[in-house]
């Protein structure tokens, strides 16, 4: 019973001294600035580590708005840069045509008003499309009636024409041949630059999903560490002994 009854004594003072230890323990770890809730917070927090999330709505806004400013978004530029390029010249490409269309139009109309005495005024494109077509407007009006088309025939006063040689209305056909299979061009190139809006906004979105799955995976071995720390603090340590 003596031996008994020192056993008790020497554990329970075992146990109380390490209860103890354990408190001042979690009190250090507390006060300490790379243990503070605070610190750790911070380490945690996705905006400390390589600039945070990104929200693949806003990346893919960005790219739809400007090609490549959802590639500068995310922090990936390098491939962003080429939609930029890209958005660029192609607005260089479509100025250029238009203009170019632009200048084969306005000469192929001039063309008719000196050699087939037509006015421009009020007139719209299926008009200009009918003097090449037709050598004046007797020619165009009596075509017409004979297709039972009566409401396309053209008034006399405001829609005369005449050309002076045959070469000149086939000279003049070939120009508006010529601005209007610029301006289909034109087309291709407004196009292209809604597929680059598109591809840029997609790539954006794709950009920022797959950042936001990097900035995860580096933060789950920092997590488990943590983790692993707080519970390792918290565990309970008893120690055994026996004296007699």
């Not at 605070?38 to 806004?61: E, H, N, Q, R, Y």
């Not at 995860?216 to 692993?228: D, K, N, R, W």
């Amino acid at each position: 019973m003596k031996r008994l009854a020192v056993f008790l004594f020497l554990f329970s003072g075992h146990v109380v001294f390490c209860q103890n230890d354990f408190r001042s323990l979690l009190r250090s770890s507390e006060q300490s600035p790379s243990r503070s809730p605070a610190t750790m917070g911070d380490a945690l927090s996705p905006v400390a580590v390589v600039g945070g999330k990104k929200s693949p709505s806003i990346a893919f806004l960005y790219s739809l708005v400007l090609p490549g400013m959802g590639e500068l978004y995310v922090g990936e530029y390098q491939t962003g840069k080429y939609f930029t390029i890209a958005e660029g010249t192609l607005w260089l490409t479509y100025g250029s045509v238009e203009s170019y269309g632009s200048w084969l139009r306005d000469d192929a109309r001039s063309f008719a008003v000196t050699h087939a005495g037509v006015s421009t005024a009020g007139k719209d494109d299926q008009f200009f499309v009918d003097i090449g077509n037709y050598g004046n407007l007797d020619e165009y009006n009596a075509q017409k009636l004979r297709d039972r088309a009566p409401d396309k025939v053209y008034d006399a006063g405001s829609y005369f024409w005449q050309w002076d040689a045959d070469a000149n209305r086939s000279s003049y056909r070939d120009l508006r041949i010529s601005h209007d299979r610029v301006f289909n061009n034109s087309r291709f190139v407004v196009a292209a630059i809604i597929v680059n809006h598109l591809v840029s906004a997609l790539n954006a979105a794709r950009l920022a999903m797959s950042h936001n799955k990097n900035l995860e995976a580096s933060l789950l071995p920092f997590h488990a560490s943590v983790i692993g720390g707080v519970e390792s603090s918290q565990g309970i340590m008893i120690t055994f002994s026996k004296s007699f």
